[in-house]
Nanobody, 125 residues
Framework: VQLQASGGGSVQTGGSLRLSCAAS????????IGWFRQAPGKEREFVAV????????HYADSVKGRFTISGDNAKNTVYLTMNNLRPEDTAVYYC???????????????????WGKGTQVTVSS
């Protein structure tokens, strides 16, 4: 499956953005979709994940309560709504997919089979 992330931009602290991850074909009901981010000089880190058919979601502690992951199967798209953004959220954001990932592996980037190109999010103070 091919993925395309979009929706990044530059905002001030406290602002909001909504990222989109569009899949090349109908996948949402069979794929687990995750969001990761990578800041300069840092490793790629887990942000959020939505399991197949939207059965459950999980978040990194650093974004819990501020970010929401959701899916629209009709549009083959998963969204990451980011509120109350902070400078430390600045990074390139990537979406990833896998048809068989298990709960214990959702935070591990190499567990995902497919990756999209990233979209830059910049939060200024």
């Amino acid at each position: 499956v091919q993925l395309q992330a979009s929706g990044g931009g530059s905002v001030q602290t406290g602002g909001s953005l909504r990222l989109s991850c569009a899949a090349s074909r109908r996948t949402n009901s069979r794929q687990t979709i995750g969001w990761f981010r990578q800041a300069p000089g840092k490793e790629r880190e887990f942000v959020a994940v939505i399991f197949r058919s939207g059965s459950s979601t999980h978040y990194a502690d650093s974004v819990k309560g501020r970010f929401t992951i959701s899916g629209d199967n009709a549009k083959n798209t998963v969204y990451l709504t980011m509120n109350n953004l902070r400078p430390e959220d600045t990074a390139v954001y990537y979406c990833a997919a896998d048809p068989s990932i298990i709960l214990s592996s959702i935070r591990v980037a190499r567990s995902y089979r497919s990756w999209g190109k990233g979209t830059q999010v910049t939060v200024s103070s």
